[in-house]
């Protein structure tokens, strides 16, 4: 089992960056692949990127792709997400997920574990 933290939300301009940061506690943090998504009112939840166990395959929705990037640091428990070009539209609670996934997963039925959310606005 593993419990997630998500940080590093907060109000930023469009057109500019922030990196998020997910701690996860557990031993076996190097075993669960890892994705991050985001809810804004009103909207399901939506996926926007995954990253595997070992950091060699990662995958982006559409909308992200290019302006973000997700990473992780097995030594740490911890995986990030570089988001850089920020739109209004990425006003989002941001999630991260971790699941024991081989191959790569982006419905959010896929992912047993979560964090609280961290909440990122966009102003224009």
């Known amino acids: 089992q593993v419990q997630l933290v998500e940080s590093g939300g907060r109000l930023v301009q469009a057109g500019g960056s922030l990196r998020l940061s997910c701690a996860a506690s557990?031993?076996?943090?190097?075993?669960?692949?890892m994705g991050w998504f985001r809810q804004a009112p009103g909207k399901e939840r939506e996926f926007v990127a995954t990253?595997?166990?070992?950091?060699?395959?990662?995958y982006y929705a559409d909308s992200v792709k290019g302006r973000f990037t997700i990473s992780r640091d097995n030594a740490k428990n911890s995986v990030y997400l570089q988001m850089n070009s920020l739109k209004p539209e990425d006003t989002a609670v941001y999630y991260c997920?971790?699941?024991?996934?081989?191959?790569?997963?982006?419905?959010?039925?896929?992912?047993?574990?979560w964090g609280q959310g961290t909440q990122v606005t966009v102003s224009s």
């Open positions: 997920a971790a699941d024991l996934l081989v191959g790569v997963y982006i419905t959010p039925d896929e992912y047993a574990y």
């Open positions: 557990g031993r076996t943090f190097s075993s669960y692949a």
């Open positions: 990253i595997s166990w070992s950091g060699g395959i990662t």
